[in-house]
């Protein structure tokens, strides 16, 4: 029964920090949502940082479980990193919290964000490792070195957020990353 109970308060805390920011939310409101009293939240969490920290995580564990979904089902690896790409960016959007967990400096003061951050960097490296290293097994990709290749395509993938989050469009996100992955394949000389 307490566990369903705290079930509930992360996943109403999910939706108010997504609504007023880490900042801004309080523990009332979170109680308000809930329809806990106070007293109630603190049983369960010592702090908002606390709360806040379990709806980050449950976000990025959900928004892994979309990836390897996506990319579970697919054989070709260039279709895979497609998939890989359109569901983060999907993800990062539909999961506010995590994504202002990964990049908001206010929030770098928060004992755990630092390790979320590591850990979420660390699994994207591996995940697009395993699909470059499909490819090369393939013989779809040349041989190249994996991880510095994983390295790149990340570091690429966090230049590219924010432009891709100022549309609502899924097709527009699809086009960017075709755009993207047309530069990655083929390079740009003619």
């Known amino acids: ?4 109970v705290k079930e509930k308060i992360i996943t109403v805390a999910q939706e108010t920090f997504k609504k007023f920011g880490f900042r801004k939310t309080t ?3 979170i109680a308000y949502a809930a329809r806990k009293g106070k007293s109630s939240l603190y049983y369960y969490f010592k702090s908002k940082e606390e709360v806040f920290r379990d709806v980050v995580e449950l976000e990025a564990s959900t928004l892994k479980s979309q990836i390897s979904e996506a990319i579970s089902n697919e054989d070709d690896p260039k279709i895979q990193l497609r998939k890989y790409i359109i569901t983060r960016m999907e993800g990062f959007k539909k999961l506010a919290n995590f994504y202002v967990a990964i990049k908001d400096d206010y929030l770098s003061n ?3 964000i630092e390790t979320v951050r590591k850990k979420y960097d660390q699994e994207e490296i591996e ?3 395993s699909i470059l290293q499909n490819g090369i097994d393939k013989k779809v990709f040349k ?4 991880v510095l290749t994983s390295k790149t395509i990340a570091i690429i993938m966090k230049g590219l957020e ?3 989050f100022i549309t609502d469009e899924v097709k527009d996100i699809e086009n960017n990353v075709d755009e993207l992955l047309g530069i990655l ?4 000389s003619k």
């Open 110 to 112: 928060l004992d755990f």
């Open 143 to 146: 041989n190249l070195d994996v």
């Open 27 to 29: 523990m009332d409101e």
């Open 162 to 164: 924010i432009p891709l």
């Open 1 to 4: 029964m307490s566990e369903k």
């Open 127 to 129: 995940i697009v490792s």
């Open 185 to 188: 394949y083929f390079g740009i």
